[in-house]
């Protein structure tokens, strides 16, 4: 009987002005809504800011809101989390992941790491708040490069968890780094094949892409660059076609911006919406109603968890400036 009682609380009537509700809870929480580029387009337009996960990090950072709604996944909330421990953190729904996150437990990168004694480690953002708590540095696809370019070159570096961000990041520095090898699930989906095949049908359109595809797409990519990256690109390109080898989900504020342009979302290996992020379409209209009239589910961690975990994102934010 409890569990049907609770089912019916969180049913939402389909004639509720969702948008319109999401708005007035925004007002009555003194609340801000940070969502992710790979967010529904619904929900990008609600929000107060979107971006990749460095200017949601800084956004995050800086805002004197008294809760901070976070529609994107998990690892990005523990981030808003780790910089505002007075502040309450939702996520509209606890199972929005990361394959990347996921296939990086910190027990076991810990013990990677014992392997290589005097070597420092740089953990892309997308990870646990576990993993940052044992890691030197945090980065993110837009500045990895700059941050390893800050690193003295006797220091030996392990970097972790995308090994193709790793790749990307040792090719454009130059610097040797050992790499975990985890990959991004959304990103290792695109057929180099049908992108090949996809280019000789549009000979105009420049093929984009995020470091977290595999090197053979990106050796064939005009341009490479983070989520961010990507739509500063297209918005400053003479070109007018693109094909988009990254999560779908950008090619609404690319859309946008750029109304007279063209975009074409590169395409999986199978037929499926693989190149769709499922973690990503776990948050709805829907859920972020609910996660904000009944203010969960919440973002908590051990405080000695956060205080370490503080630390290496910190000097990510000021290496960034």
Same mark, same amino acid.
């Given at each position: 009987?409890?569990?049907?009682?609770?089912?019916?609380?969180?049913?939402?009537?389909?004639?509720?002005?969702?948008?319109?509700?999401?708005?007035?809870?925004?007002?009555?929480?003194? +609340?801000?809504?940070?969502?992710?580029?790979?967010?529904?387009?619904?929900?990008?337009?609600?929000?107060?800011?979107?971006?990749?996960?460095?200017?949601?990090?800084?956004?995050?950072?800086?805002?004197?809101?008294?809760?901070?709604?976070?529609?994107?996944?998990?690892?990005?909330?523990?981030?808003?989390? *780790?910089?505002?421990?007075?502040?309450?953190?939702?996520?509209?729904?606890?199972?929005?992941? /990361?394959?990347?996150?996921?296939? /990086?437990? +910190?027990?076991?990168?810990?013990?990677?790491?014992?392997?290589?004694?005097?070597?420092?480690? *740089?953990?892309?953002?997308?990870?646990?708040? +576990?993993?940052?708590?044992?890691?030197?540095?945090? #980065?993110?696809?837009?500045? +990895?490069?700059?941050?390893?370019?800050?690193?003295?070159?006797?220091?030996? *570096? *392990?970097?972790?968890?995308?090994?193709?961000?790793?790749?990307?990041?040792?090719?454009?520095?130059?610097?040797?780094?050992?790499?975990?090898?985890?990959? #991004?699930?959304?990103?290792?989906?695109?057929?180099?094949?049908?992108?090949?095949?996809?280019?000789?049908?549009?000979?105009?359109?420049?093929?984009?892409?995020?470091?977290?595809?595999?090197?053979?797409?990106?050796?064939?990519?005009?341009?490479?660059?983070?989520?961010?990256?990507?739509?500063?690109?297209?918005?400053?390109?003479?070109?007018?076609?693109?094909?988009?080898?990254?999560?779908?989900?950008?090619?609404?504020?690319?859309?946008?911006?750029?109304?007279?342009?063209?975009?074409?979302?590169?395409?999986?290996?199978?037929? /499926?919406? #693989?190149?769709?992020?499922?973690?990503?379409?776990?948050?709805?209209?829907?859920?972020?109603?609910? #996660?904000?009239?009944?203010?969960?589910?919440?973002?908590?961690?051990?405080?000695?968890?956060?205080?370490?975990?503080?630390?290496?994102?910190?000097?990510?934010?000021?290496?960034?400036?």
């Amino acid at each position: 009987m409890e569990n049907q009682d609770l089912l019916q609380e969180r049913r939402v009537s389909p004639l509720l002005d969702l948008v319109s509700e999401i708005k007035s809870l925004k007002q009555k929480l003194n +609340a801000v809504i940070l969502a992710h580029y790979y967010q529904e387009s619904e929900i990008q337009d609600l929000a107060d800011f979107i971006g990749d996960s460095l200017q949601l990090s800084q956004q995050a950072e800086k805002t004197d809101a008294d809760v901070i709604v976070f529609a994107g996944v998990h690892f990005m909330a523990e981030t808003a989390k *780790i910089l505002n421990p007075g502040k309450q953190v939702l996520l509209p729904d606890l199972n929005a992941g /990361c394959s990347l996150a996921e296939g /990086c437990p +910190a027990e076991l990168l810990q013990k990677f790491r014992d392997r290589y004694p005097g070597h420092i480690l *740089i953990s892309y953002i997308n990870c646990s708040a +576990a993993v940052k708590a044992i890691s030197d540095i945090i #980065c993110t696809s837009s500045n +990895a490069v700059k941050i390893v370019n800050q690193i003295p070159e006797d220091q030996g *570096i *392990i970097f972790a968890p995308d090994r193709n961000l790793g790749r990307y990041v040792m090719k454009m520095s130059g610097r040797k780094m050992v790499l975990w090898e985890g990959a #991004c699930i959304v990103h290792e989906t695109f057929s180099e094949k049908k992108i090949l095949r996809l280019r000789l049908g549009n000979p105009d359109a420049l093929l984009i892409a995020h470091p977290e595809c595999e090197e053979p797409v990106l050796e064939k990519a005009d341009f490479i660059g983070s989520t961010s990256g990507l739509l500063n690109y297209v918005t400053t390109s003479e070109a007018t076609e693109f094909i988009v080898a990254t999560e779908p989900g950008i090619i609404h504020q690319m859309e946008l911006k750029n109304p007279s342009k063209k975009f074409i979302p590169a395409p999986p290996e199978s037929g /499926c919406s #693989c190149n769709e992020c499922p973690y990503m379409k776990l948050n709805t209209l829907e859920k972020l109603y609910l #996660c904000m009239r009944d203010r969960k589910p919440e973002i908590t961690m051990e405080e000695e968890v956060r205080i370490r975990a503080l630390k290496p994102l910190k000097r990510m934010l000021e290496m960034s400036k």
